[in-house]
C-alpha cells in the first residue's frame, strides 16, 4: 500500500472487553512496530516484528496485550479485559529493515483511538 | 520519554524562525529523529541524524552533537500549517533495542 493503515480509526469499548487493533505496514517493510501515545504523554514502545517473530516484546504492559503478524503483513494488537488506563492511540510504524542494522525510517499510520468506558 | 526532554510548548511568528531544542541521554545511540505530529494524525517523519553537524532539508534543518547529549531541530519562514508537535526520537540499542525513545513533544503554535 501507498502507507500505513491501521483500523478502526476510533474504537470505543467497555471495560472488561476484549478488543483487537489492525496495521496494514507498507509493503515490502519487514519491520513493525506498536507504540501507545496516552493524552499528554510521548509515543511508549509495545512490541516490535521482524518478519513474523517477535524478537522485543519487552514494551507490553502487562500479560493483557499480545500481538501477532502473519504473512510478513498484518499485525493485530489485542488487550484482553480492557481497563480504562488501556485508553489511548495505538500507533503502529513499519520500515525497510529493523532499526540497527542501517539507517531505517519507521513510518506510522494514523493510529486507532481506543476509548475504554 | 524520561531520558528525553524537550520544551513542552512554544510559540512564534508567521515567516520568523524558531528552534527546538532537545537533550538525551543513551548507552547505545544509533540515531536521532525528528517527527511531526499535527493534532489527530499520525507523526510524520522529518530528519535523521546519526553524525555530529547540520542536516538540511528546505526550511527544515536538525543539528546532533553525540558529546552533548544534544540536538535541534531549527525551523525557518515559518507558516500557519507548522503549527504542530514536534517529537524528537532516540534509538538506543542498549536501553531499547530496535524501537524508537520519544519525548513528549513540543507543540508549536504559529500565529500571524
Known amino acids: 500500500g501507498a502507507g500505513v493503515s491501521q483500523s478502526p480509526s476510533n474504537k470505543v469499548t467497555e471495560k472488561g472487553k476484549d478488543v483487537e487493533l489492525r496495521c496494514d505496514p507498507i509493503s515490502g517493510h519487514t519491520a513493525l512496530y506498536w507504540y501507545r501515545q496516552r493524552l499528554g504523554q510521548g509515543l511508549e514502545f509495545l512490541i516490535y516484528?521482524?518478519?513474523?517473530?517477535?524478537?522485543?516484546k519487552s514494551g507490553l504492559p502487562s500479560d493483557r496485550f499480545s500481538a501477532e503478524r502473519t504473512g510478513e503483513s498484518v499485525s493485530t494488537l489485542t488487550i484482553q479485559r480492557t481497563q480504562q488506563e488501556d485508553s489511548a492511540v495505538y500507533l503502529c510504524?513499519?520500515?525497510?529493515?529493523?532499526?540497527?542494522?542501517?539507517?531505517?525510517?519507521?513510518?506510522f499510520g494514523p493510529g486507532t483511538r481506543l476509548t475504554v468506558l | 520519554g524520561q531520558n528525553i526532554d524537550q520544551p513542552t510548548e512554544m510559540t512564534a511568528t508567521e515567516g520568523a524562525i524558531v528552534q527546538i531544542n532537545c537533550t538525551y541521554q543513551t548507552s547505545g545511540f544509533n540515531g536521532l529523529f525528528w517527527y511531526q505530529q499535527h493534532a489527530g494524525e499520525a507523526p510524520t517523519f522529518l530528519s535523521y541524524?546519526?553524525?555530529?553537524g547540520l542536516e538540511e532539508k528546505g526550511r527544515f534543518s536538525s543539528f546532533l552533537s553525540r558529546s552533548k547529549g544534544y540536538s535541534y531541530l531549527l525551523l525557518k519562514e515559518l507558516q500557519m500549517k507548522d503549527s504542530a508537535s514536534y517529537l524528537c526520537a532516540v534509538r538506543d540499542l542498549v536501553q531499547a533495542g530496535t524501537a524508537l525513545i520519544f519525548g513528549k513533544g513540543t507543540t508549536l503554535s504559529v500565529s500571524s
Open positions: 541524524n546519526v553524525l555530529d
Open positions: 510504524a513499519s520500515s525497510l529493515a529493523p532499526s540497527g542494522v542501517r539507517r531505517d525510517t519507521q513510518y
Open positions: 516484528f521482524q518478519g513474523n517473530s517477535a524478537p522485543d
